[in-house]
Nanobody, 127 residues
Framework: QVQLVESGGGLVQAGDSLRLSCAVS????????MGWFRQAPGKEREFVAA????????YVPDSVKGTLTISRDAAKNTVYLQIHSLKPEDTAVYYC????????????????????WGQGTQVTVSS
């Protein structure tokens, strides 16, 4: 029903900008949201941002607000995460995910609310 493929990660320098992409293939769901999460070595999975597919309403937590932008291009079936000025602490595996229950709880920061996950893309930031 759902396939997600992340891309755009790699080795970058502190201060650089980076845009991650997630190509989405969805055949069943219409009221859904896309989320970005990241997980650093030895750390819990952290919510980064979410966006509703239909209206492009966004939710970004205060911890990362102002450092990145989430967007989507419906024509290309792609969601993006633009990180404006990378820091070493941004180093992590970044995952995109689908929340198929947007109508029940709105935009969510909980991993458990997301039904489908991509394989992740590694972002490594050097000084």
């Amino acid at each position: 029903q759902v396939q997600l493929v992340e891309s755009g990660g790699g080795l970058v320098q502190a201060g650089d900008s980076l845009r991650l992409s997630c190509a989405v293939s969805i055949r069943t769901f219409s009221n859904y949201a896309m989320g970005w999460f990241r997980q650093a070595p030895g750390k819990e999975r952290e919510f980064v941002a979410a966006i509703s597919w239909r209206g492009a309403t966004t939710y970004v937590p205060d911890s990362v607000k102002g450092t990145l932008t989430i967007s989507r291009d419906a024509a290309k079936n792609t969601v993006y995460l633009q990180i404006h000025s990378l820091k070493p602490e941004d180093t992590a595996v970044y995952y995109c995910a689908v929340d198929s229950k947007l109508g029940y709880h709105g935009l969510s920061s909980r991993p458990a609310d997301y039904d489908y996950w991509g394989q992740g893309t590694q972002v490594t930031v050097s000084s």
